[in-house]
């Protein structure tokens, strides 16, 4: 039996795995962005990511424009997904722990994200990422060929369901 895969909400005590899984060499391979980060940097990135209500106040009713998810397994982070709002549409991107990979997790992330969703959805895949070109096809999203694709970039569009 499969193990029952749970998403739940990114937290700052959540900085140190994600930090590792991103500057992971396949992580970066598969990112539009392959450069190394820097801790400093990447906890910064992940309190904005966050939205915290103190910094929110001013604003509290704008909607958020990130969210972020940990994917567990048994109380194991395995895994993190990813949406940013775009014009019309959300932005997915994920990433499965490196000795997490090749165990069906990226399709039980993806399938549950995407129900999460009743606006149109994008995933931007790199050519060649063929792990995450099948994620995304078994999700639902399909690959948008009547665009310009832009340099080694794949787009997958995804109508709610
Ligand atoms: C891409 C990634 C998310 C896949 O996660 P995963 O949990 O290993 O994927 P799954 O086990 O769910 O496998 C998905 C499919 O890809 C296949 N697959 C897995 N790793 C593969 C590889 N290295 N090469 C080719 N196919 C692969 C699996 O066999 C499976 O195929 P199936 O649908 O025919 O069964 C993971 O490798 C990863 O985090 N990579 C680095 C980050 C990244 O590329 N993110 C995507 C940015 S869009």
Request: with cysteine; charged share 30%; proline share 5%.
């Amino acid at each position: 039996m499969t193990d029952q895969l749970n998403l739940r909400p990114a937290e700052m005590a959540d900085a140190e795995n994600l930090f590792v899984w991103r500057n992971d060499p396949d992580t970066r391979k598969g990112s539009h962005n392959s450069d190394e980060v820097i801790f400093e940097s990447h906890l910064a990135w992940l309190e904005a990511s966050l939205d915290f209500p103190e910094q929110n106040k001013p604003e509290k009713n704008k909607p958020k424009q990130r969210l972020l998810w940990i994917a567990e397994v048994n109380g194991v982070a395995v895994g993190t997904c990813r949406a940013d709002r775009v014009e019309n549409a959300w932005e997915l991107s994920w990433t499965v722990a490196p000795e997490a990979r090749g165990k069906g997790f990226a399709h039980q992330m993806l399938s549950k994200l995407v129900h999460y969703f009743d606006e149109p959805l994008v995933a931007l895949v790199k050519v060649g990422n063929i792990a995450s070109m099948k994620v995304a096809e078994r999700a639902g999203f399909v690959l948008k060929q009547d665009t310009e694709q832009e340099g080694d970039i794949l787009l997958y569009t995804r109508r709610p369901s």
